[in-house]
């Protein structure tokens, strides 16, 4: 069965427009990264969408004052579920139990 070149035609435009809603709706395009730093005597974190600055955190979220991680990997933890929740178009705000748990690993 042979195809005629107006259902050629059609049938790459429905592929390209198939190609695109994919893209789309996967996520794709949009490039998240976080990036830790010194902050005063501890550490904080800055995250990033598309290379543009989102969250600028150099102390703990959700604590008492202007307190900085005490260590890299807690500061590392709280970054990826800062992460997480924007990815999945979550509040990204961190309560306290979350920081208990992130400050316990």
């Known amino acids: 069965m042979k195809?005629?070149?107006?259902?050629k035609l059609f049938v790459i435009a429905l592929f390209s427009v198939w190609i695109t809603m994919v893209i789309a709706?996967?996520?794709r395009g949009h490039f998240y990264e976080?990036?830790?730093?010194?902050?005063?005597?501890?550490w904080g974190y800055d995250i990033q969408i598309n290379n543009k600055p989102y969250i600028?955190?150099?102390?703990?979220?959700?604590?008492?004052?202007n307190v900085p991680f005490s260590d890299k990997q807690s500061a590392r933890r709280t970054?990826?579920?800062v992460l997480k929740k924007i990815k999945d178009h979550k509040n990204p705000?961190?309560?306290?139990?979350?920081?208990?748990?992130?400050l316990k690993e």
Request: proline share 5%.
């Open 93 to 102: 705000g961190i309560t306290k139990e979350e920081l208990k748990s992130l």
């Open 25 to 27: 709706c996967t996520g």
């Open 3 to 7: 195809m005629t070149d107006n259902k």
């Open 34 to 42: 976080f990036e830790l730093f010194r902050s005063g005597s501890g």
């Open 56 to 65: 600028h955190q150099p102390y703990m979220p959700a604590a008492e004052g």
């Open 79 to 81: 970054a990826r579920l």
